[in-house]
Nanobody, 127 residues
């Protein structure tokens, strides 16, 4: 069992930056692929990006590629989402999620692959 807690959300102006953190409990965290998803107001949850358990592979949605970066610190059981050049359309509740079934260099974008989810953190980007 893994518990995930996101933090770092807030209000930021367009063009600004935020770093979201996801704290994970559980000794097997290092073997899980980790993903970030978001749910804009009135819309469905969507994939943002993911990092493999080895940290060798990352994968991003086209909408955030080049602006967002995912990293992980196994020693601290943490995953991060660095968000730069934020746009109003990035406004959403952001969730981290854990996928325990991937090979070390594998990541997938489908939400159904992720077994564990955090409660989410709100990011609001003003124009």
């Amino acid at each position: 069992q893994v518990q995930l807690v996101e933090s770092g959300g807030g209000l930021v102006q367009a063009g600004g930056s935020l770093r979201l953190s996801c704290a994970a409990s559980g000794r097997t965290f290092s073997s899980y692929a980790m993903g970030w998803f978001r749910q804009p107001p009135g819309k469905a949850r969507e994939f943002v990006g993911a990092i493999s358990s080895s940290a060798y592979s990352t994968y991003y949605a086209d909408s955030v590629k080049g602006r967002f970066t995912i990293s992980r610190d196994v020693a601290k059981n943490m995953v991060y989402l660095q968000m730069n050049s934020l746009k109003p359309e990035d406004t959403a509740v952001y969730f981290c999620a854990a996928d325990p079934k991937r090979r070390p260099d594998e990541v997938l974008s489908g939400a159904s692959h992720y077994d564990y989810w955090g409660q989410g953190t709100q990011v609001t980007v003003s124009s």
